[in-house]
């Protein structure tokens, strides 16, 4: 016998009105406003710029919001879907929900169990964890924090190839089921939030773990990272970033592993065609939530084009701009086969690490639930673009 489908939206409404039937409110706000205020008072100036900032004068960050705003929905009425399953299988891995966590970088600014926190409520929840090359743990305690849980890795692929292969062995060997390549930020975007105080985690030796716990980058350097901090960091600083990379580099990747492959921070239709005609196996249609190119366009406007150029060959998910569960469900109904998290769990991680993040998943489950429920909508595959009234 399996296990029932989770009812993800009466089981995590019903328990939060239980609880306040003895006065007991939710310690993690609900609404993704409220959240982002409550992150903020609790956040340092420097944590708080990192993560809530964007590229120039952040129109790409507005951009993102804007496309949902221009995507509402016209509910369906009768749809007969007292019982849903929002159950899903991406590349090969088994997820209660179409939702994963983006890969974050320095999240130690938001909570010292950073990643491991990350991982520990993901796996719970059984939804799928991006690790990320800027994580706070190495992968390997992230990989052992998370169990069970589905993971992938998302690789930066700086100036040395030798040190991109060994990221991505060390991800194959820690049970990690696919490997996303980060497109966009071959180059650090211009982010004036931190470069106004001057601020950089990186040269700070935050944010650098799967550096400095790396063999290849470990012997880059002339003193151990434990022996001289500030060099490891500085040394990070001058592979991290490599604007000349590739389509001919990046098919290297399939000389160190068998495991699927995915492009991450695609936006255009053609660049989605190339994907494919080079064989990779998944697209995540990401803007790096307005991070990198001030005036760029929102991940949602450019979804459907990226969706009819791949024409079914390979899935295509979204991350950039989502903030509750009807985003995820707009998502869905223009074609994505999965959405990505990122600011939202991480204010729930400054809030309340572990429980921070699970009560913010959660919410955005139970959300994409009830969506489905008030438009007829079993399935993830039954949220198709009809009910949506596009601007």
């Given amino acids: 016998m399996t296990d029932a489908p989770r009812q993800f939206g009466p089981e995590t409404q019903g328990a939060i009105y239980l609880r306040g ?21 609790k ?14 004068i952040e129109t790409a960050m507005e951009a993102n919001r804007a496309a949902f705003q221009r995507a509402p929905i016209a509910p369906r009425m009768l749809g007969g879907a007292g019982q849903r399953n929002l159950g899903c299988e991406i590349f090969g891995v088994k997820a209660a929900a179409p939702i994963l966590s983006c890969p974050i970088g320095v999240l130690e600014m938001m909570h010292p169990d950073a990643d491991l926190a990350v ?6 929840l059984n939804l799928p964890m991006i690790i990320s090359s800027q994580a706070s743990f190495p992968m390997e305690e992230i990989a052992k924090a998370n169990g069970d849980g589905p993971r992938f890795y998302q690789l930066y692929w700086g100036k040395s190839d030798a ?35 001057g601020y950089s985690p990186f040269l700070r030796s935050m944010g650098i773990a799967q550096y400095t716990s790396d063999p290849v980058f470990r012997g880059m350097l002339a003193q151990t990272p434990e022996e001289n901090p500030l060099g490891a960091a500085v040394q990070f600083t001058q592979l991290f ?23 991450k921070g695609i936006m255009r239709a053609d660049d989605a065609a190339k994907a494919v005609s080079e064989g990779y196996d998944g697209i995540l249609v990401s803007n790096h939530g307005g991070r990198q190119v001030d005036g760029g366009i929102g991940t949602l406007d450019v979804l459907p084009g990226v969706v009819a150029a791949v024409n079914g060959k390979i899935p295509v998910m979204l991350d950039s701009g989502v903030r509750c569960g009807a985003d995820i469900f707009k998502a869905l109904a223009l074609g994505a086969s999965a959405v990505a998290i990122g600011r939202p769990y991480v204010y729930g991680l400054a809030l309340g690490g572990e429980a921070g993040v699970q009560a913010v998943m959660e919410y955005l489950a139970a959300e994409l639930d009830i969506t489905m429920a ?3 909508c079993r399935t993830p595959a039954d949220i198709k673009p009809e009910l949506l009234a596009l601007k």
């Fill in 43 to 56: 956040m340092s100036p420097e944590a708080w710029a990192y993560t809530a900032g964007a590229a120039g």
């Fill in 119 to 124: 991982a520990r409520a993901m796996a719970r």
């Fill in 163 to 197: 040190l991109a292969e060994s990221f991505v062995r060390r991800a194959e060997a820690c049970g990690c089921k696919g490997i996303f390549i980060t497109l966009d930020t071959t180059i650090l975007g211009w982010r004036p939030r931190d470069l106004d105080i």
């Fill in 241 to 263: 970033s490599d604007p000349s990379l590739d389509w001919a580099r990046i098919a290297k990747i399939r000389s160190w592993t068998k495991l699927p492959i995915i492009l």
């Fill in 21 to 41: 039937m003895s006065g007991s409110t939710p310690e993690i706000p609900t609404s993704f406003p409220q959240l982002e205020t409550a992150a903020k008072q």
């Fill in 374 to 376: 008030l438009n007829g």
